[in-house]
T-cell receptor, first 112, second 115 residues
Framework: RKEVEQDPGPFNVPEGATVAFNCTYSNSASQSFFWYRQDCRKEPKLLMSVYSSGNEDGRFTAQLNRASQYISLLIRDSKLSDSATYLCVVNRARGGGNKLTFGTGTQLKVEL | GAGVSQSPRYKVAKRGQDVALRCDPISGHVSLFWYQQALGQGPEFLTYFQNEAQLDKSGLPSDRFFAERPEGSVSTLKIQRTQQEDSAVYLC?????????????FGEGSWLTVV
């Protein structure tokens, strides 16, 4: 079983739709949590950190449930430019280091 | 530019050939990471440096893989006697400090194809 599990998709949605991605992680020692975005043939880029209290950045909302070891990302009013692969990422770093563990990624395609 | 720079961007190697991939992290960044990303997969951790010290090499898939960062800045990932299963994108990343919560910045990757 992979340490971080995601539905690979693809999720094909019309422009303006709301779409939600989920992710589960297996290591309860995980310290911090992120969503990264990766465009085709490009490097991953940090989209947002994820906190237990939930956090929002414009059209994007991320949520963490430590008890269930579950992370979510909600995208409202999706744009064509949101088409990408969304990577769920956890960090087990303790006392130094910053070792990120990535999920396989969920592919999103926003269509006209 | 001020980002993480990797070279070569694209490399085609014959099976059995040795390759060397270079990473120039963001200036002043203490932490440097190498990841391997196979097609359709997320990046997989290979190794981590704090300055010149290689603190974690648990992700290196075999003893054919070797990484160094002798002066605490530029790093080289070397793959000896390449095999077809080594074909992947090799991503280098750096962060200013150690510890969780420090943003990690990735380079565009070195695309290795072994034929």
């Amino acid at each position: 079983r992979k340490e971080v599990e995601q539905d690979p998709g693809p999720f094909n949605v019309p422009e303006g739709a709301t779409v939600a991605f989920n992710c589960t992680y297996s290591n309860s020692a995980s310290q911090s949590f992120f969503w990264y975005r990766q465009d085709c043939r490009k490097e991953p880029k940090l989209l947002m950190s994820v906190y237990s209290s939930g956090n929002e950045d414009g059209r994007f909302t991320a949520q963490l449930n430590r008890a269930s070891q579950y992370i979510s990302l909600l995208i409202r009013d999706s744009k064509l430019s949101d088409s990408a692969t969304y990577l769920c990422v956890v960090n087990r770093a303790r006392g130094g280091g910053n070792k990120l563990t990535f999920g396989t990624g969920t592919q999103l395609k926003v269509e006209l | 530019g001020a980002g993480v720079s990797q070279s070569p961007r694209y490399k085609v190697a014959k099976r059995g050939q040795d390759v060397a991939l270079r990473c120039d992290p963001i200036s002043g960044h203490v932490s440097l990471f190498w990841y391997q990303q196979a097609l359709g997969q997320g990046p997989e951790f290979l190794t981590y440096f704090q300055n010149e010290a290689q603190l974690d090499k648990s992700g290196l898939p075999s003893d054919r893989f070797f990484a160094e960062r002798p002066e605490g800045s530029v790093s080289t990932l070397k793959i000896q006697r390449t095999q077809q299963e080594d074909s992947a994108v090799y991503l280098c990343a750096s962060s200013l400090r150690t510890g969780a919560g420090n943003t990690i910045y990735f380079g565009e990757g070195s695309w290795l194809t072994v034929v």
